[in-house]
């Protein structure tokens, strides 16, 4: 699936930062009934150590929440890195 959020976040990590890079993104439950599921993408160095966050995505369900979070942080690389 080469039109997923998630794999198109990890593509143009790899195309612009070489492997230096990880991208990754978190989800999380949480108590709010509207909304249940939060993710959040973010950058790690080769520490683990975060060096860039993206907003958060909060959805009714854990994969449409994760797909937001990939998608959002895959347009900010992709404005910055054409």
């Not at 991208?23 to 080769?46: F, G, H, I, K, S």
């Amino acid at each position: 699936m080469l039109d997923d959020p998630c794999t198109r976040f990890n593509n143009i990590t790899q195309r612009v930062f070489r492997g230096y890079i990880t991208p990754v993104v978190y989800v999380w439950e949480t108590n709010d009934p509207e909304n249940p599921w939060r993710a959040e993408a973010r950058l790690l160095n080769a520490n683990n150590l975060t060096v860039a966050k993206f907003a958060q995505s909060s959805a009714t369900r854990k994969q449409r929440a994760k797909d937001l979070a990939a998608h959002t942080a895959y347009q900010w690389l992709h404005a910055l890195y054409p």
